[in-house]
C-alpha cells in the first residue's frame, strides 16, 4: 500500500522569513497548492504576489487579542488532526466544514535570541512566548501519517525535493522524519522557555533575601524544583579524557558572556574535550578582571596569570610566571590580540594548544598561524557580563550535582585586615588579585602572587600544607616580598609557617577556623599581614 499523500493546502506562518517567498512560490506555481496564512506572513506573501487565504477566512474568527489567538480553532487543528481513512473523523470534517491541511510550515517566536539579550524586559521575554505555533507544529507531527511539517527554512528544498520526486505528494519516511525534528524543536523551545522562567524565579527568590535551610512543603528555594536540560550536539571530537573514551561537544543556550563553546575557530586542528575544558577555565579567569590580562591554564588549572598595561605585557608576565609549565598550555588573555601581542605570543620557544581571545586582528592571525600549523585560535567575541541564571554541575552516577555559580569578586568592602600590621596600598593589589586566580586553582589551592602576577601556585592537594609548599617551591626566591591566597581558611599555623618562612609578607584567606587566633600570632611574629574575606572559593 502507498503512503503517498498528496499535499492541496498548506499552512504558512513563520517568524523568520528567510526563503518564504521562493518556497511558498513553489509551493502554489508548481503544485497548484493552496496556500493559507496569517498576519505578517500572508501580507509578505501578498506582496510578492501570491493567492493567499487568511486563517481568519477559514475559522471565521478575527485574529484577536494582539495576536495571541488566530489559529486555536477546530477548524484548523480538525484539519490537521483528522485521520484521512477514518470514518468518522471524515464524518465529522463534513458537518462541521472543516478541510484537511495536508503540509504546515511553521518557525516560532525568537524567544532565545530574545532573551539572550542582556537589557530584555521581562514582559518582552512572556510575549515571545509562541502558543500557537508549537500546538500547530505537534498537531501536525503526530498526525505525521497523513501531514507533512516543516520547522526550519533549512528543510525548504528538501520538501520541495520530495513533491518533485513524488509528482506533488509527500513520501511517508520523510513525513516522519520531519514530525521526528518537529518534536526535538518543540522540546527545545519549552526547555528555553522553562530555564529562563526558573532564572526569572530565582533572581525574584534572591531579590526577597529568602534564607532556607531546608526545603520542604511550603518552603522556597533558589534553585529549581524541576531543571530542563536541552542540549544539540554541536560537534563530535577525537576523544574525551582519554582515547578510549568517545566524546562530543553538545550546545545549550548561548549566554551573553563570551564562550569558548560557541566560539569561531579561525585556525588549527580539530578540538579536543580536554582543550575544550582547559580553554573554559582560562576564559574563566581573565574575564575576573577588568584590566588586560592573561591566564595560561594546564588540567584546567592556572599555571601563569598576570595583569599588565597591555594584552602583550600580560601574556609576557604570564608566561614568566611559570615558562615550564606552560608548554602545550592553553592561553585566554581578555582583550584582542593584535599584532604586537601575537608577536609576544610566537616569540616564546614553548608549544600552545589553544589561544583564545574576543578578536584576533588579521596580521596577529596570520602571525600566530605561521608560528603553529595546529594551534588553535578561538575567537569568543566581547567578554560581557557574567550570566548568573547558569548553574554550574557535575555528573555523578545516576544524577547531577546543580549549584549557582561562584561569581563572587573581589569584595574588598568585605575584608578584614586581622593582623597588628596593615597591609600597604601595594600589598592590597597584589592580594586582591592573589584571591582572583586562586578562586580558579582547583583546590586545596594556595597561589602567591607580586605586582599583579602569579609566581606560584599549590593545586588540588589532600592537604593545604603540601599546597603551601607546592606553591613556594614554584615561586622560589620570588616568594620574597610576596603575597598568599588561599580559597580556604589554613585549619593549623603550619601551612602560614611555610609561607612565612619564605618571605610572603602578607596573607589572605577567607578565617573562620577555631585555631584563627593561632594563625594571626604567628603573623605578628613575622611582621606580616593578614586579610580575612569571609568567603571561600572551593573548586573541585
Not at 626566591?477 to 618571605?503: C, H, Q, T, W, Y
Request: charged share 20%.
Amino acid at each position: 500500500m502507498s503512503d503517498l499523500i498528496a499535499a492541496k493546502r498548506a499552512l504558512l506562518s513563520v517568524s523568520d522569513k528567510t526563503g518564504l517567498v521562493e518556497f511558498a512560490t513553489a509551493l502554489a506555481g508548481e503544485f497548484g497548492i493552496e496556500l493559507i496564512s496569517t498576519g505578517g506572513t500572508a501580507a509578505a506573501l501578498r506582496k510578492a504576489g501570491l493567492n493567499v487565504t487568511d486563517v481568519s477566512a477559514v475559522t471565521g474568527f478575527p485574529e484577536m487579542m494582539d495576536g495571541r489567538v488566530k489559529t486555536l480553532h477546530p477548524k484548523i487543528h480538525g484539519g490537521l488532526l483528522a485521520l484521512r481513512d477514518h470514518p468518522e473523523h471524515q464524518a465529522a470534517m463534513i458537518q462541521h466544514g472543516i478541510q484537511p491541511i495536508d503540509l504546515v510550515c511553521v518557525n516560532l517566536y525568537p524567544f532565545e535570541k530574545t532573551v539572550a539579550r542582556p537589557d530584555v524586559a521581562f514582559e518582552t521575554a512572556i510575549e515571545n512566548i509562541d502558543i500557537g505555533g508549537p500546538s500547530m507544529i505537534r498537531s501536525a507531527a503526530k498526525n505525521h501519517a497523513f501531514v507533512l511539517v516543516v520547522t526550519s527554512p533549512g528543510d525548504y528544498e528538501k520538501v520541495l525535493g520530495d513533491l518533485r520526486k513524488h509528482s506533488g505528494q509527500t513520501c511517508g519516511k520523510h513525513r516522519l522524519k520531519m514530525a521526528c525534528k518537529a518534536f526535538d524543536t518543540c522540546s527545545r523551545y519549552d526547555a528555553a522557555i522553562a530555564t529562563y522562567l526558573s532564572g526569572a524565579l530565582a533572581r525574584q527568590d534572591a531579590a526577597g533575601a529568602t534564607k532556607n535551610t531546608a526545603v520542604g512543603e511550603g518552603e522556597t528555594s533558589p534553585m529549581p524544583q524541576r531543571l530542563t536540560i536541552e542540549l544539540q550536539r554541536s560537534a563530535d571530537l577525537r576523544y574525551g579524557e582519554n582515547p578510549h573514551q568517545k566524546a562530543a561537544l553538545y550546545l545549550g543556550r548561548q549566554p551573553a558572556e563570551a564562550s569558548v563553546a560557541f566560539a569561531r575557530q579561525l585556525h588549527g586542528k580539530e578540538l579536543s574535550y580536554i582543550n575544550l575544558l582547559d580553554a573554559d577555565a582560562a576564559l574563566a579567569t581573565v574575564k575576573e578582571f577588568s584590566t588586560p590580562a592573561c591566564c595560561i591554564v594546564k588540567h584546567m588549572t592556572p599555571c601563569g596569570c598576570a595583569i599588565g598595561d597591555s594584552p602583550a605585557e600580560a601574556f609576557a608576565r604570564a608566561y614568566d610566571g611559570d615558562p615550564l609549565a606552560a608548554f602545550g598550555g592553553i592561553v585566554a588573555i581578555n582583550r584582542p590580540i593584535d599584532l604586537e601581542t601575537a608577536n609576544a605570543i610566537a616569540a616564546i620557544d614553548k608549544l600552545l594548544e589553544v589561544i583564545v581571545a574576543p578578536r584576533f586582528d588579521p596580521a596577529a592571525k596570520d602571525k600566530l598561524a605561521a608560528r603553529w600549523k595546529n594551534v588553535r585560535l578561538l575567537e569568543v567575541g566581547d567578554i560581557g557580563d557574567a550570566d548568573a541564571t547558569e548553574f554550574h554541575m557535575h555528573r555523578i552516577a545516576g544524577g547531577y550535582l546543580v549549584q549557582q555559580r561562584d561569581l563572587a569578586g573581589a569584595q574588598r568592602d568585605q575584608w578584614k585586615s586581622v593582623a597588628n600590621r596593615q597591609p600597604t596600598d601595594a600589598e592590597w593589589a597584589d592580594m586582591q588579585f592573589a584571591w582572583l586566580v586562586c578562586k580558579h586553582v582547583k583546590s586545596n589551592a594556595i597561589a602567591v602572587a607580586k605586582s599583579g602576577m602569579l609566581l606560584g601556585a599549590g593545586a588540588g592537594q589532600m592537604d593545604r600544607v603540601t599546597s603551601c609548599r607546592l606553591a613556594i617551591t614554584k615561586a622560589a626566591d620570588r616568594a620574597k616580598a610576596a603575597v598568599a591566597a588561599s580559597d580556604a581558611f589554613f585549619p593549623f599555623e603550619d601551612g602560614p609557617r611555610i609561607l612565612l618562612e619564605a618571605g610572603i609578607t602578607a596573607i589572605i584567606h577567607p578565617g573562620g577556623s577555631v585555631r584563627d587566633q593561632q594563625t594571626i600570632d604567628l603573623v605578628n611574629q613575622f611582621g606580616a599581614a593578614m586579610v580575612f574575606t569571609g568567603t571561600r572559593h572551593f573548586m573541585h
